[in-house]
């Protein structure tokens, strides 16, 4: 939690995942989230308010953030390790579907913008590898 980019990215999954409880939870009791990285500060005075089914993925996602063996981190969904359990993993899917496009609204403008930049230019590496492979096995003759 000393790293800036954990911190980032943490309060990033944290204020999603807030979008996504006030979109799907409202009826629930909904707090302001009491977990490892709010008690050490990371989200300032914007603590995101969340139901406890909520919280409970929250400080999954922030663990798994915090333990993250890659330096760059790569998108999660784009990474090898798959560090997450399948429904953990499924529930951010779920979540970071709702609440990606209405964080434009919310004040998650530039990480949203640099979340599409970063895609970009994963798929056009892969596109770019994919080619790579393809002209290698044309010369090989094994195509
Ligand atoms: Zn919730």
């Given at each position: 939690?000393a790293d800036?980019?954990?911190?980032d990215?943490t309060?990033?999954?944290?204020?999603?995942?807030?979008?996504?409880?006030?979109?799907?939870?409202?009826?629930?009791?909904?707090?302001?989230l009491?977990?490892?990285a709010a008690?050490?500060?990371?989200?300032?005075r914007?603590?995101?308010?969340?139901?406890?089914?909520c919280?409970?993925?929250?400080?999954y996602?922030?663990k798994?953030?915090?333990?993250?063996p890659?330096d760059?981190?790569?998108?999660?969904a784009?990474?090898?390790?798959?560090?997450?359990?399948?429904?953990?993993?499924?529930?951010?899917?779920?979540?970071m579907?709702?609440?990606g496009?209405?964080?434009?609204?919310?004040?998650y403008?530039?990480?949203?913008?640099?979340h599409?930049?970063?895609?970009?230019r994963w798929?056009?590496?892969m596109?770019?590898k994919?080619?790579?492979?393809?002209?290698?096995?044309?010369?090989?003759?094994t195509?």
């Open positions: 939690m800036r980019h954990v911190r990215d309060r990033v999954v944290a204020g999603l995942a807030a979008i996504y409880c006030s979109g799907f939870h409202r009826e629930r009791v909904r707090a302001a009491s977990s490892e008690g050490l500060g990371v989200y300032g914007r603590v995101p308010i969340l139901c406890d089914e919280a409970g993925h929250i400080r996602a922030e798994r953030r915090a333990f993250c890659k760059p981190k790569p998108f999660c784009h990474c090898d390790v798959r560090c997450y359990q399948t429904d953990e993993a499924e529930w951010q899917r779920q979540m579907r709702y609440a496009p209405r964080s434009m609204l919310r004040g403008a530039v990480p949203a913008i640099k599409a930049l970063e895609a970009r798929r056009r590496q596109a770019g994919n080619t790579a492979a393809v002209a290698a096995r044309e010369r090989n003759g195509n």
